[in-house]
């Protein structure tokens, strides 16, 4: 399967979520602008303190400006 279960073992005393998909939308708007959206749905299959959602969310942005910064390098 495409889970790849393997590289983590199961541990009876954590919880394993699913992210059903996930990816950025990519809308040129004019030469000089451009819309990302990022969509993800994800089932936690339990609870996730908000310090660690928190964070998840920072990464993504980070990587949000991580691509602006290699476009205005091209």
Same mark, same amino acid.
Request: proline share 7%; no cysteine; charged share 25%.
């Given at each position: 399967?495409?889970? =790849?279960?393997?590289?983590?073992? %199961?541990?009876?005393?954590?919880? !394993? #979520?699913? *992210?059903?998909?996930?990816?950025?939308?990519?809308?040129?708007?004019?030469?000089? =602008?451009?819309?990302?959206?990022? %969509?993800?749905?994800?089932?936690? !299959? #339990?609870? *996730?303190?908000?310090?660690?959602?928190?964070?998840?969310?920072?990464?993504?942005? =980070?990587?949000?400006?991580?691509?602006?910064?290699?476009?205005?390098?091209?």
């Amino acid at each position: 399967t495409d889970d =790849r279960e393997d590289l983590v073992p %199961l541990n009876p005393e954590l919880v !394993r #979520g699913a *992210v059903s998909i996930a990816g950025w939308k990519i809308e040129p708007l004019s030469p000089s =602008r451009t819309r990302f959206t990022y %969509l993800s749905e994800i089932d936690f !299959r #339990g609870y *996730v303190p908000n310090f660690i959602l928190t964070q998840g969310f920072k990464d993504i942005a =980070r990587d949000l400006i991580n691509v602006q910064d290699l476009v205005l390098r091209v």
